[in-house]
């Protein structure tokens, strides 16, 4: 199983970026796929949930109405729309899929620093 994450990057407050996590090594349709985040001195956090279908979506709070998270199941890849960008955004993201069994390895992630 392996998770590879990109598009982060720098960006001003109010700005967007698209986040995108190639996956592998699971029958990806079938699970869930998450979207976490640490900043720095903090625990990684659950930012979003996306069911195997992609019909149900979870948000934590401190991101609703500004973060949306997809997928593609041709592609095997999970997306995370981010507008409205805080400096409190700031951190490195990375996806996951907490039911593949045994619990697969992290992947690298992908900073993403907001900051003017």
């Known amino acids: 199983v392996q998770f590879v994450e990109s598009g982060g990057g720098l960006v001003q407050p109010g700005g967007s970026l698209r986040l995108s996590c190639a996956a592998s090594?699971?029958?990806?349709?079938?699970?869930?796929m998450d979207w976490y985040r640490q900043a720095p001195g903090k625990e990684r956090e659950l930012v979003a949930t996306?069911?195997?279908?992609?019909?149900?979506?979870h948000y934590i709070d401190s991101v609703k109405g500004r973060f949306t998270i997809s997928r593609d199941g041709a592609k095997n890849t999970v997306y995370l729309q981010m507008n409205s960008l805080k400096p409190e955004d700031t951190a490195v993201y990375y996806c996951y899929a907490p039911r593949v069994e045994p619990l697969p390895s992290w992947g690298q992630g992908t900073q993403v620093t907001v900051s003017s």
């Open positions: 996306i069911s195997g279908a992609g019909s149900i979506t």
């Open positions: 090594g699971f029958t990806f349709s079938s699970y869930y």
